[in-house]
């Protein structure tokens, strides 16, 4: 499992389901969409080991292209949670 954070979200990747992945869309999309963040390592998984934690979190635009792709025409191995400050409270208001 890798996990690393951005500005304002986490983004977590079983890298397990890397390894049946045939496109790596993932590192395609983030290269196409945003500022190549995440790249694909020598074991042909999803990696961010190429940057440091502090190129992770200048380079993150948080476009969320590489969940989308992943999701699409990868093996889905790719969540991206986005904390919404309040979004707790607002939602026990409606009940």
Do not use: W
């Amino acid at each position: 499992m890798l996990e690393f954070a951005e500005k304002t979200l986490k983004v977590k990747i079983d890298t397990s389901k890397c390894d049946t992945c045939e496109t790596k869309a993932c590192a395609e999309a983030c290269k196409k969409y945003a500022r190549g963040l995440l790249g694909i390592d020598d074991q042909g998984r999803a990696s961010v080991a190429h940057r440091d934690a502090e190129e992770v979190l200048r380079l993150g635009t948080e476009c969320l292209a590489c969940e989308l792709a992943c999701k699409t025409k990868g093996n889905n191995a790719i969540t991206i949670e986005i904390p919404v400050k309040g979004l707790d409270e607002y939602l026990q208001k409606r009940q």
